[in-house]
């Protein structure tokens, strides 16, 4: 597996308090990704990062805000959670080169109750 | 909304039959990526097709793309029991982040032995 850790792998909180996951990489890889993964839609991008300080903004971004102060490190935060963000989510890390596979996390089931 | 979207939806087959997965995207791409997730796990990379080319071989794996119809498939030959998974096409836009993978919603495939 690439060098690729999330934290926490499961995560249960209530309505209205915020979470943040972690992604954390060895590959020193340029692009990193947030993606939700939900029952009859597969993979759903939320925000990326090609670089540090620099994000953008996915296909499902509202609710989630993300960080990357460093390479190796991207944050995914939900300022206030909502039980419509239960979801399993998955961090990806890339090179900047075209025509490159994208190496995946284990994943961080989350719960909101 | 998403860019590719496989069909069909589930697929159930015996050990040693031919199983047949299709994508379709909707805008010009750089590459077509093709994903494998067993249950609870993360993605893992299984072959990449560039636009410029047509079909492309990996083992037990024949991926084809026609970039006029905008669709791919993906043929895993003599399938085993250990092939029982999702499969997930994953397109790189041509322009705006061709490192953006945009995934479908996925193929179930089960093979039984």
């Known amino acids: 597996d690439a060098g690729i850790t999330q934290s926490p792998r499961h995560k249960v909180t209530e309505t209205g308090t915020p979470v943040t996951l972690r992604c954390h990489q060895t590959?020193?890889?340029?692009?990193m990704y947030w993606y939700r993964q939900d029952p009859g839609h597969g993979l759903r991008l939320i925000h990326y990062?090609?670089?540090?300080?620099?994000?953008d903004k996915g296909e499902v971004s509202d609710g989630y805000s993300v960080s990357r102060s460093k390479t190796e490190d991207f944050l995914l935060t939900l300022e206030s959670a909502t039980s419509s963000q239960t979801s399993v989510y998955f961090c990806?890390?890339?090179?900047?080169?075209?025509?490159?596979?994208?190496?995946f996390g284990q994943g961080t089931r989350l719960t909101v109750v | 909304s998403q860019q590719g979207e496989e069909d069909p939806q589930a697929l159930s087959i015996q050990e040693g039959e031919n199983a047949t997965m299709n994508c379709s995207y909707k805008t010009s791409i750089n590459n077509l990526q093709w994903y494998r997730q067993n249950s609870g796990r993360g993605l893992v990379h299984l072959i990449l097709?560039?636009?410029?080319?047509r079909e492309k071989h990996s083992g037990r794996l024949r991926v084809t793309l026609d970039t006029s119809k905008k669709s791919s498939s993906l043929l895993i030959t003599a399938s085993r029991a250990a092939d029982t998974a999702s499969y997930f096409c994953?397109?790189?836009?041509?322009?705006?982040?061709?490192?953006?993978?945009?995934f479908g919603a996925g193929t179930r495939l089960a093979v039984h032995p």
């Open positions: 990062s090609y670089g540090v300080k620099d994000t």
């Open positions: 590959e020193n890889h340029r692009y």
């Open positions: 097709i560039r636009s410029n080319e």
């Open positions: 990806a890390i890339s090179s900047r080169e075209p025509n490159t596979e994208a190496f």
């Open positions: 994953a397109t790189a836009p041509f322009s705006g982040g061709y490192n953006k993978l945009i």
